[in-house]
Structures are given as structure tokens and as C-alpha cells.
């Protein structure tokens, strides 16, 4: 069994959770981050090989302590998944300054701040980061001023990453997930939009968080040891289709 550690960020829930669990699975340990301590809670019980570690991406005193806990609880860091992120959507023009700023501090602050913070560490092990992006950072879509802009901007700082971090061993790759069957999407997309997806996916349908996850498990693993400054899109082959969808216009 491999002793490789990895910090998944947002990993109460969704993707984040699936990663935490196939991660185990694969023989990590896992240092579970989110800021909502009693969903944290509930979703580590009886995972074991996993520790939960109540902290705030957005803020870069609480992330410098994030980095010291979990090196001094596990001794090392291995992989970085940054999957932290808020969906928060609406028309441009409804789209002040605080919610700009509340979309930024998560999905883009968040990554740059636990990333520079993890260096060091991943220094010493050769590690990999894995940045979650989004389909709407490839892709421009109604309702998504703010999100999509994080998401493009997260692609962009993963590729300096790969760049700049690559003479030190260190690799760093972004996930694009596509529509995903998570309980919140299925919560506030309408009939028409499950539809709408349906056509315009190849694959004609949402993808599940743990196939997200095989693909961020995979580029944590010593099996893309040569795979860095790649941006990959689990889809569906939504983004090779390049068609919008006239049920996500309002």
C-alpha cells in the first residue's frame, strides 16, 4: 500500500468526496478540507486513511495554518486536488462587484493561495497539483460572468504552474468536469435544461462525480508521471460540440 498523501479541497461533498474516496481506495491517505465543518464531519465518518481539517481556502492565514496542520498530521504531501469552488449564477447585469468578489476569493484566490502554500512540501516529494476547472472555462455560457471567468483563470494559472514548477519535479494538470450528476445540479436544473444536455452531450448523458474522480486520481498517480500543463475536459464531448444550450439563457 503506497503512504502518498494528498489534500483534496472541498472534499465534504460531490467531487471532492469522490476523489477522497477512490484516493483511499488506491491506497492514499487523505487530508480532507472544507470551511463547512459539520458537513466535513458527517462525510470522513468511517473513512479510513482520511482525517478532516476544517479551513478556508479564501483566506491566506487560514491556508498557511491548513498546510502546517496537515504536513505535521502526515509528515508529507504528495498530490494537491483543488476542487474548492462556489457556483454562483446570474445575468451579467445583475452582477456586482461582492459577487465577482465572492465567485474570485474561492474558485481562483483559493487555488493560487493553497497551491503557493503547498510548494515547499510537494518540492520534497515530486508532487502533482490537479486544479478542477470547469467546461465554462473552455466554453463561454449564459449566467456565468464570474464563474466561468474563475474557471478560465484557474486553466491559465495551472499552465504557469506546469511551467514554472516543472524543474523541480512538480506537475500540475486541470480537470474540466462537464455536467455532473450531483445532487445540487439535480436540485436546480430544470426538465428542460436535463433535456437540453442530453442532446447536445455525445455521450447523451451527465457524468457521475466518480468518473471526475478517475481522472484526478489518475493524474495524481505516478501513472501520469510525464503528464503536466494539460487541460482535460470530462465532458462527454460536450465542449467539442461548441453548441450553446437555449435552455440555460434564463
Not at 120 to 125: Q, V, Y
Not at 140 to 157: C, D, E, F, M
Not at 182 to 197: E, R
Request: net charge negative; glycine share 8%; aromatic share 6%.
Amino acid at each position: 500500500m503506497s503512504e502518498k498523501v494528498a489534500l483534496v479541497t472541498g472534499a465534504a461533498r460531490g467531487i471532492g468526496l469522490a476523489t477522497t474516496k477512490l484516493l483511499i481506495e488506491d491506497g492514499w491517505r487523505v487530508a480532507m478540507i472544507d470551511r463547512d465543518a459539520d458537513e466535513l464531519s458527517l462525510a470522513s465518518k468511517g473513512i479510513n486513511g482520511a482525517s478532516p481539517f476544517v479551513h478556508d481556502v479564501s483566506q491566506p492565514d487560514d491556508v498557511d495554518a491548513m498546510i502546517d496542520a496537515v504536513h505535521a498530521s502526515f509528515g508529507r504531501i504528495d498530490a494537491v486536488v483543488n476542487n474548492a469552488g462556489v457556483a454562483d449564477f446570474g445575468p451579467i447585469e445583475e452582477t456586482d462587484f461582492a459577487r465577482w468578489r465572492r465567485v474570485m476569493d474561492t474558485n481562483l484566490d483559493g487555488v493560487f493561495l493553497v497551491s503557493q502554500a503547498a510548494i515547499p512540501a510537494l518540492k520534497e516529494t515530486k508532487g502533482a497539483l490537479v486544479n478542477i476547472a470547469s467546461i465554462s472555462g473552455l466554453r463561454a455560457s449564459t449566467l456565468r460572468v464570474a464563474y466561468g471567468t474563475s474557471k478560465a483563470a484557474v486553466i491559465q494559472l495551472t499552465k504557469q504552474q506546469a511551467a514554472e514548477l516543472g524543474e523541480y519535479g512538480i506537475r500540475a494538470n486541470c480537470v474540466c468536469p462537464g455536467p455532473v450528476r450531483t445532487k445540487l445540479a439535480m436540485a436546480v436544473h430544470s426538465q428542460d435544461i436535463i433535456d437540453a444536455y442530453h442532446d447536445a452531450i455525445p455521450l447523451n448523458r451527465y457524468g457521475s462525480e466518480r468518473e471526475i474522480a478517475e481522472v484526478i486520481t489518475f493524474l495524481c498517480s505516478d501513472k501520469a508521471s510525464y503528464v503536466t500543463g494539460q487541460v482535460i475536459a470530462a465532458d462527454g464531448g460536450f465542449d467539442s460540440t461548441g453548441v450553446g444550450l437555449p435552455a440555460l439563457r434564463s
